[in-house]
């Protein structure tokens, strides 16, 4: 019985050894934690003050862009953008949020638009595209990030 209790003790002491495991280094972590991370697609879209009310992810979003088109629609159509260009119906705009809630408008152009001024339909956009309500930023595992998107603007003839 002597010999049970050596033997259990000897191989209790030699077979730990076999349970040891390496331990990943702490940048080697963090690279798999980058991969593993979908770096196209944010947790949190950016949303104003009403949108965040509802409840599911995908209604915010979809609130987000339509009252932030429907502002833009409602300051260009004050202006004399559609008497200018009686051609041009609808402007694509890149929007861009920033972590600290400040955006920022770009028209976007067809590669062959000759026939619109871009730079003066650029500075009417940047002097009517402000003064907007407070946007949340979106938001990446709890850090706010910088997005952008290009949404399209339909200008109103009235």
């Not at 890149?94 to 730079?119: C, L």
């Amino acid at each position: 019985m002597k010999h049970y209790y050596f033997f259990l003790v000897f191989l209790l002491f030699t077979s730990c050894q076999h349970f040891e495991k390496q331990v990943p280094s702490e940048k080697e972590l963090l690279q798999k934690e980058l991969k593993a991370i979908n770096w196209k697609e944010v947790d949190e879209y950016p949303s104003f003050k009403d949108c965040d009310k509802l409840g599911n992810k995908t209604q915010r979003q979809q609130c987000f862009f339509e009252y932030l088109a429907q502002l833009i629609q409602e300051k260009l159509s004050i202006d004399t953008l559609s008497i200018l260009y009686p051609e041009l119906d609808t402007i694509e705009v890149k929007v861009t949020i920033f972590p600290n809630a400040k955006m920022k408008f770009e028209p976007q152009f067809p590669k062959d638009s000759v026939a619109y001024d871009t730079i003066k339909i650029d500075s009417i956009l940047n002097a009517r595209l402000v003064d907007f309500p407070k946007v949340n930023p979106a938001i990446k595992r709890g850090i706010p990030v910088k997005t952008q998107f290009i949404l399209p603007v339909i200008i109103k003839v009235e």
